[in-house]
C-alpha cells in the first residue's frame, strides 16, 4: 500500500466538510490508526477510506470543544481568519500573524 503525503499540517485549521465543526491539527498519521470498532461506528455511507492521512484535532463546534480524528477526505481549509476558542490550544499552540496556529517554542524543544 503507497502512502499519501498529507494534505494538510500541524497548526492548520481546517473544518469538516459533513458536519459542523472546525479545529487546529495537532498531530498527523499517515493511515488509519484507531479501533477497528470506531472505523465501524462510521455509517457505511460516509465511512472513510483506512488508507490516507488522519487528522488529530482540537475541534470545536457551537455547544463544545473536545479532540476528533477526521480522515483527510472530510477536511477543508477553515479560511474564516476566526481564532478557535478550545481551552488546550494556548498549551500547545501560539497564533501566528498570519492568523494561523504554530507549536510553541517551549513544545518543540
Given amino acids: 500500500m503507497k502512502l499519501r503525503k498529507a494534505k494538510f499540517a500541524i497548526g492548520d485549521v481546517v473544518k469538516h ?10 498531530d498527523v498519521d499517515p493511515e ?16 472513510p477510506a483506512k488508507d490516507q492521512p488522519f487528522y488529530h484535532l482540537l475541534a470545536e463546534n457551537e455547544e463544545t470543544e473536545y479532540i ?3 480522515s483527510e477526505q472530510n477536511l477543508l481549509p477553515d479560511t474564516s481568519g ?8 494556548s498549551d500547545v499552540f501560539e497564533r501566528g500573524p498570519n492568523g494561523g496556529y504554530r507549536i510553541r517554542a517551549s513544545i518543540a524543544n
Fill in 68 to 70: 476528533a480524528y477526521v
Fill in 17 to 26: 466538510r459533513i458536519f459542523p465543526f472546525r479545529g487546529v491539527i495537532f
Fill in 32 to 47: 488509519f490508526n484507531n479501533t477497528e470498532e470506531w472505523w465501524l461506528s462510521i455509517p457505511e455511507e460516509i465511512r
Fill in 82 to 89: 476566526e481564532p478557535l476558542r478550545h481551552p488546550q490550544i
